[in-house]
């Protein structure tokens, strides 16, 4: 059973009063009983955007497959990167900006888990909450929308001075590296507003770059002009892309058997590691990081490939490394994600580190 809500109908407390009342209030009745048992109610926070709803029903549809008898309610807010669509997310002061009020009501019990985009999590989570599962991920890479009266089929063959619209310094900083002769420019909104944006007659973007597993789970995937990646475009992926992840209260024995169920370990253990490694980095502030993670060998799932690039803001300087191990448990993910570091360090990550803007505490999105 499924039931939806909007933040107001998340429980407020009720307020109380010091002054005395001169006669005791009539007895009040009790209030009906509750339709299904607390225990068997699962109540879902999510982001009320189109594509954010979207990946919330997947994971409430994979509960429900494996907890039937269970009744779901989905909780949807706005969270601050919702409410403000103008500023650029590298000007905002915070690493929470997708995750902070809805981890608050979950600190506070009025739900029980959090769906979101695996990248949207920040690297450091408050102590008492966990990710108690990472999905199977879909395609991990960024996507190229040309705008729809344009023919240009890759982005290499934009012309110079051509507008590329995104508000991601991981892509704008990678674009300026590879294909200098382009110009990036702000673009906000979810998916469907950027689109439009695109699409207006006097729009000023050639084309956007934008997340391919958004695009594929709003069945927008026929506006994909070309998917990018290592090989075809220059482009690495951000950590965490194309996963979608669930945030519970850490020791929540109820939920932590609920998605004991769920999950898909390949793709845990390859965005533990790149987790592993953005968080090594950091050091106190985000960095514009490209990550391509895939598994190697005779299909046991075992030997991960990882490339990774760090790049100057204005893709001036460049660190990047590619390494291969076996790695089989949550241990071995986050010490290869360390080892990851320590590689791109000895490339000149350091130097390129030092530069960037300390008060940039968004860099990706």
């Known amino acids: 059973m499924s039931r939806a809500h909007g933040a107001d109908d998340v429980p407020q407390p009720s307020s109380s009063t010091d002054i005395a ?11 009906p009983p509750s339709s299904a048992d607390a225990a068997s109610i699962v109540r879902i926070g999510s982001r009320q955007s189109a594509l954010a709803l979207v990946q919330t029903k997947l994971v409430e549809t994979a509960l429900q497959q494996a907890w039937p008898a269970m ?3 989905i909780h949807a807010m706005k969270t601050a990167g919702d409410k ?9 002061g915070a690493k929470s900006l997708w995750t902070y009020e809805l981890e608050a009501l979950l600190l506070e019990g009025k739900i029980d888990l959090i769906v979101h985009s695996l990248k949207d999590i920040p690297t450091q989570i408050p102590p008492t909450l966990t990710i108690g599962a990472i999905f199977h991920r879909e395609d ?4 190229l929308v040309v705008h729809p009266r344009l023919s240009y089929k890759d982005i290499s063959s934009l012309p110079a001075g051509s507008v590329v619209g995104t508000s991601s310094v991981r892509r704008s900083a990678q674009i300026a590296r590879n294909y200098p002769h382009l110009r990036c420019e702000n673009v906000r909104g979810n998916v469907g507003t950027r689109l439009a944006k695109l699409d207006a007659v006097d729009s000023p973007y050639s084309c956007l770059v934008l997340a391919a597993a958004g695009l594929e789970r709003l069945q927008l995937g026929h506006r994909i002009t070309q998917r ?3 090989r075809d475009g220059r482009l690495l992926h951000a950590v965490g892309q194309g996963a979608l992840a669930v945030e519970i209260r850490d020791g929540d024995e109820r939920v932590e058997g609920l998605l004991a169920k769920l999950g898909h370990r390949p793709t845990t253990l390859a965005c533990l590691a790149e987790r592993s490694l953005m968080r090594t980095l950091e050091g106190g502030c985000s960095v514009p990081i490209g990550v391509e993670t895939e598994w190697a060998g005779d299909g046991a799932d075992t030997v991960l490939v ?9 893709g001036k300087d460049t660190a990047q490394a590619t390494i291969q ?3 089989e448990t949550t241990d071995e993910a986050d010490e290869y994600g360390r080892t990851m570091a320590k590689e791109l360090v000895g490339h000149g990550a350091a130097k390129i ?4 803007t300390l008060n940039r505490d968004i860099v990706d999105a």
């Open 21 to 31: 009342s001169p006669t005791p209030p009539p007895p009040q009745p009790p209030p």
């Open 140 to 143: 991990p890479r960024d996507a």
């Open 71 to 73: 009744t779901y309610e």
């Open 228 to 230: 990018l990646d290592s």
């Open 306 to 314: 990882m490339r990774a690039i760090v790049v100057s803001v204005d």
């Open 353 to 356: 580190l030092e530069k960037i």
């Open 84 to 92: 403000n669509q103008t500023t650029a997310l590298h000007d905002f």
């Open 325 to 327: 191990q076996r790695v």
